[in-house]
């Protein structure tokens, strides 16, 4: 059983362009979370997604950062403009539906994109 | 929101010592997990906790959540167990909202 995975490990973006995160999540799970980790800092938690929906993007930037988990297809997180201060770690997650539909669910995480902005 | 307080910041240990981190955390939760931070960034999922005492290998961790602090053991330590050490808590809203909140690690050096 495949864990989770993300591409690219490594993007680099100058100043301006899109950054595009993918995350597939473990076979079986239906609940994606994305958390970011800034330079000497613990992770914050960003988004949390179940297919089609975005459940809470409380931790998410107002402007530029956007995140979607289609019926069909990995989560993307999407960052328009970059900025240096955008460099950081993000980190996927994914848990299972519990058969009471909760998600107190332990999370596993993927390997992360470090997105380095010039 | 919660606090996450996690001790000590830094730990430096001869392999072969044995080493206990503290995870204390400001209110009730419904999950708590310890990770491992690779010296290449992975996490590791190491325990997931939200009460009693778990072990695997020489790793073993304590959740006392009327008391709100978890413990996590290392015995006989390994160089390749350098690396941060996260907890992370996990309360759920009710409102259909779940995260996860962090400490701020500690990070463990174990030198030959």
């Known amino acids: 059983n495949a864990g989770v995975m993300q591409n690219p490990r490594h993007l680099v973006r100058r100043r301006g362009q899109e950054a595009r995160l993918r995350c597939s999540p473990m076979?079986?799970?239906?609940?994606v979370y994305w958390y970011r980790q800034l330079p000497e800092e613990g992770l914050k938690f960003m988004v949390y997604l179940q297919k089609e929906n975005i459940i809470d993007e409380s931790g998410m930037p107002k402007e530029r950062f956007s995140a979607e988990f289609p019926k069909e297809g990995p989560s993307i997180l999407r960052i328009q403009q970059v900025v240096r201060g955008d460099s950081a770690a993000y980190f996927c997650?994914?848990?299972?539906?519990?058969?009471?539909?909760?998600?107190?669910?332990?999370?596993?995480f993927g390997p992360g994109t470090r997105l380095t902005v010039l | 929101g919660i606090q996450v307080e996690q001790s000590p910041p830094d730990l430096i240990l001869q392999e072969g010592a044995n080493s206990t981190l503290r995870c204390n955390f400001s209110?009730?939760?419904?999950?708590l997990q310890w990770f491992h931070q690779n010296p290449w960034g992975q996490l590791i999922n190491l325990f997931y906790i939200p009460s009693g005492t778990k072990q695997n290998g020489r790793l073993s961790a304590t959740t006392v959540a009327t008391e709100r602090y978890s413990l996590l053991y290392i015995s006989s330590s390994q160089t390749t167990d350098s690396g941060v050490y996260f907890c992370?808590?996990?309360?759920?809203?009710?409102?259909?909202?779940?995260?996860?909140?962090f400490g701020k690690g500690t990070k463990l050096s174990v030198i030959p």
């Open positions: 076979k079986g799970h239906s609940h």
């Open positions: 997650a994914s848990s299972p539906l519990t058969p009471l539909g909760t998600t107190l669910n332990e999370q596993f």
């Open positions: 992370a808590v996990g309360v759920y809203s009710g409102a259909g909202s779940y995260q996860l909140t």
């Open positions: 209110d009730s939760v419904n999950n």
